[in-house]
């Protein structure tokens, strides 16, 4: 079955504790992003990645950092985690450059900082 | 700034009746837009989409309407039915010159009654 897969699905935290969010996707897809939903706010893209090694910021990117080592896997990195990234996450997979194809989203990840 | 506008936060439909979900956009240059259903603690599902060189697109229920000259997405579900509620988010991209974005509305909450 073609997915997006991320882990954990809820995930509970203290401010500074590093964490890292797993996402990996089984479609060969070579662009990959994350979101953060806030209420009001709808989506908005934190990182994203045309394709391993290559990755770039979105529109809110501070306080995280993303890798692209392999095609299939985007993992999100909090280095110091703080409140204000209490938030629900999704990661997101699509075809190639010049591709009219849709995002495929995973489940999400709650994340909170206390 | 928000290029993608929700501005109603929720929507209440008799089961059977039509459902008029509306997004407004303020960027000429994008070119291919989306519509994605939303159910609690799960990743939105891609629903419908529509490129900028047609004006309507039909998937069985679902029809997305696109007036360019007035900005305006809306998407038509007839007849709705109380598995149709979720929240439904529309975005847009302008892949044609930068693949790399999609920009999300807040979205609209649809309660579909039976």
């Known amino acids: 079955e073609a997915q997006v897969t991320q882990n954990p699905r809820y995930l509970i935290t203290v401010t500074g504790k590093k964490l890292t969010v797993t996402c990996s996707q089984n479609m060969n897809h070579e662009y990959m992003s994350w979101y953060r939903q806030d209420p009001g706010l709808g989506l908005r893209q934190i990182y994203y990645s045309m394709n391993v090694e290559v990755t770039d910021k979105g529109d809110v990117p501070e306080g995280y950092k993303v890798s692209r080592k392999e095609k299939r896997n985007f993992p999100l990195i909090l280095e110091s985690p703080s409140p204000n990234q209490t938030s629900l996450y999704f990661c997101?997979?699509?075809?190639?450059?010049?591709?009219?194809?849709?995002?495929?989203f995973g489940n999400g990840t709650r994340l909170t900082v206390t | 700034d928000q290029q993608v506008k929700q501005n109603s936060p929720s929507l209440s439909v008799q089961e059977g009746r039509i459902s008029i979900l509306n997004c407004d956009y303020t960027n000429s240059m994008f070119d291919y837009f989306l519509w994605y259903k939303k159910y609690p603690a799960e990743g939105p599902t891609f629903l419908i989409s529509i490129s900028s060189i047609k004006d309507k697109n039909e998937d069985g229920r679902f029809t997305v309407f696109l007036n360019k000259s007035a900005k305006h997405l809306s998407l038509h579900i007839v007849p709705s039915q109380p598995g149709d509620s979720a929240v439904y988010f529309c975005?847009?991209?302008?892949?044609?010159?930068?693949?790399?974005?999609?920009?999300f509305g807040s979205g609209t909450k649809l309660n579909v009654k039976p």
């Open positions: 997101a997979s699509r075809g190639g450059q010049g591709d009219y194809s849709p995002l495929h």
């Open positions: 975005a847009a991209s302008a892949v044609g010159y930068n693949f790399n974005k999609f920009y």
